[in-house]
């Protein structure tokens, strides 16, 4: 079965600082994976997503994500953190069933990112 | 530009008690998702639709039945609320491209607050 772990729960950094959230992933087969970002009291929103091709995902608000095969790796950062990038964060792989058509998810537990002025 | 809508926004229920949370979405999406979100835990996915017609149960489906009204419509309902229940639902809906591998990102509404007293 496909799961995601984030092994932090909270992670905090100082404003313009570069920013690390970690994600590990289990798959069989090809891994599609996916972060995204929760607002308090609103739902989730996509950021970016890893399909194939170059292991470096960019993504919206300066995020990007660097995929590493050999780790099942799928960490997000950004270079020089905002206070507007305190938020929720939340790594997901997609589901693959074979005889599904539905794009199910598996979230992760998420890591909250905390921004010091 | 609403995209997914929920209500109610708030609820409060006894125990035992009855009711149907609505989700309809703007986006001529296929798939339609709800998830309960519980501290430390993430989102676990409690049922989805594939396309309008069909559902399915996901990982905590029991004491849940869901509707799709329509292509827009997706609805969860509580026969008899348990303090268990009390949650935030999320609802969420994404584009089913060609094939079963559909790898597009989900939408989200901004949730359901439910408490079971």
């Known amino acids: 079965a496909q799961s995601v772990a984030q092994p932090e729960d909270q992670v905090n950094v100082a404003e313009g600082n570069p920013l690390t959230v970690k994600c590990t992933y289990s798959?069989?087969?090809?891994?599609?994976l996916f972060w995204y970002v929760q607002y308090p009291n609103r739902g989730l929103q996509f950021l970016l997503k890893y399909i194939t091709g170059d292991n470096l995902v960019k993504g919206s608000y300066g995020f990007e994500a660097e995929f590493n095969k050999s780790q099942t790796s799928f960490h997000l950062k950004k270079p020089s953190a905002l206070v507007s990038d305190s938020a929720l964060y939340f790594c997901?792989?997609?589901?693959?069933?074979?005889?599904?058509?539905?794009?199910?998810?598996?979230f992760g537990s998420g890591t909250r990112l905390s921004i010091r002025p | 530009n609403a995209g997914v809508t929920q209500t109610p926004k708030f609820q409060v229920l006894k125990t035992g008690q009855s009711m149907t949370l609505q989700c309809a979405q703007d986006m001529n999406h296929n798939s339609m998702y709800w998830y309960r979100q519980d501290p430390g835990m993430g989102l676990r996915l409690i049922y989805y639709s594939a396309s309008e017609g069909t559902t399915d149960k996901g990982e905590v489906p029991n004491g849940y039945n869901v509707s799709r009204l329509n292509k827009r419509e997706f609805s969860l309902r509580l026969e008899s609320a348990a303090p268990s229940q009390t949650s935030v639902y999320f609802c969420?809906?994404?584009?089913?491209?060609?094939?079963?591998?559909?790898?597009?990102?989900?939408?989200f509404g901004d949730g359901t607050r439910l408490s079971i007293l």
């Open positions: 997901a792989v997609r589901d693959i069933e074979r005889y599904s058509s539905a794009s199910k998810i598996i």
């Open positions: 969420a809906s994404s584009d089913l491209r060609t094939g079963p591998y559909s790898n597009q990102p989900q939408h």
């Open positions: 798959v069989s087969g090809n891994p599609y």
